[in-house]
């Protein structure tokens, strides 16, 4: 029985990771993503062939330093990473957003492709570097956030991890 077990397992495992042809490629700021964008918000789309994204599994955004952002289960779905918005008069300690000297936060970022039932990573895309401004500014001298169709777009409030800013 263990070893039927085991079998079962191994043959569940090798069918949820895709085809041996899938590739995937990580878009930021693209063009070709749908929409117009507003200020501060971060588009991504994955380009990926040979693996259905909410059959086979999800794509997930990634990030150097920093770890895993989210994963996305629609096929076509954009995701947008949008700064928080600091209140006037926060400490920095008391928020997750970094604040340095005013300068640049530079995070690279790349889009997993994985499995279900497991999570298993088939496929990780080759890199791509975005830089944010270190601290947004404070709420009242902010533009109001663009809104999108949430059928298309996914917007997920991120910030970037104080080692990678610097002055």
Same mark, same amino acid.
């Not at 086979?56 to 330093?65: N, R």
């Given at each position: 029985d263990a070893y039927a077990a085991a079998l079962r397992f191994a043959l569940t495992r090798a069918l949820c990771l895709g085809r041996a042809t899938t590739r995937v490629a990580l878009r930021a700021g693209s063009p070709s993503v749908a929409g117009v964008f507003g200020p501060g918000d971060v588009p991504f789309e $994955? !380009?990926?062939?040979?693996?259905?994204?909410? &059959? *086979?599994?999800?794509?997930?955004? !990634? $990030?150097?330093?920093?770890g895993l952002v989210t994963c996305v289960l629609q096929p076509?779905?954009?995701l947008v990473l949008r700064r928080p918005v600091v209140a006037r008069g926060e400490e920095a300690a008391a928020t997750t957003?970094?604040?340095?000297?005013?300068? &640049?936060?530079?995070? &690279?970022?790349?889009?997993?492709?994985?499995?279900?039932?497991?999570? *298993?990573?088939?496929?990780?895309s080759d890199p791509v570097t975005v830089d944010f401004d270190d601290a947004p500014?404070? *709420?009242d001298a902010s533009p109001a956030p663009t809104t999108y169709p949430r059928a298309e777009v996914l917007v997920w409030t991120y910030a970037p991890p104080r080692a990678s800013c610097r002055a």
């Open positions: $994955a !380009v990926v062939e040979g693996f259905v994204v909410g &059959r *086979d599994g999800s794509w997930c955004l !990634v $990030a150097d330093p920093g076509g779905l954009t957003t970094p604040t340095t000297t005013g300068g &640049r936060c530079s995070v &690279r970022f790349h889009a997993e492709l994985r499995s279900n039932i497991y999570a *298993d990573v088939l496929l990780a500014p404070p *709420d």
